[in-house]
């Protein structure tokens, strides 16, 4: 399992037609892949969460643009796309008290590993508890 932190950025857009499209083209091009991502949604806005290939360049380019950004500290892992992969990670992290506060996964059906996104109550010791025996 490869697991790291990794830097996340939530951007708060209105929640409208053609407001994502707008951020994946800005994005595109920028140079700027996106690996993973979430949308929430709320009456007025959306909160997408995304990580990308440069995160630094994507918030400049969201801050030129007046858009409300935010980054914070997640973890990312690479894991085998099997049967309760996911119940073994959530149980390392209950061994050793970190609270996960949301996550988002993907993969293919045929994929043999997805990328897994958490954000833990506490980010140092949710990298401890991913990566201890």
């Known amino acids: 399992m490869k697991c790291q932190i990794t830097t996340q950025l939530s951007v708060f857009l209105a929640n ?26 709320t009456v007025d806005h959306a909160v ?3 990580i990308c290939s440069d995160p630094r360049k994507a918030l400049a380019v969201f801050e030129e643009r007046g858009t409300l950004v935010v980054d914070q500290q997640v973890l990312t892992l690479e894991e ?3 049967p309760g992969a996911l119940a073994l990670i959530a149980r390392k992290f209950a061994k050793h ?9 993907a993969s293919g059906p045929s994929a043999k590993t997805g990328l897994v996104v ?3 109550s506490d980010i140092k010791r949710g990298l401890r508890a991913l990566t201890s025996k």
């Open 48 to 50: 997408v969460r995304l």
């Open 118 to 120: 958490l954000r833990p």
């Open 97 to 105: 008290g970190v609270n996960i506060e949301y996550a988002y996964c």
């Open 80 to 82: 085998k796309n099997r």
């Open 16 to 41: 409208k037609p053609g407001t994502l499209a707008d951020v994946c083209e800005t994005l595109a091009a920028e140079g700027v892949n996106i690996f993973a991502m979430t949308i929430s949604d």
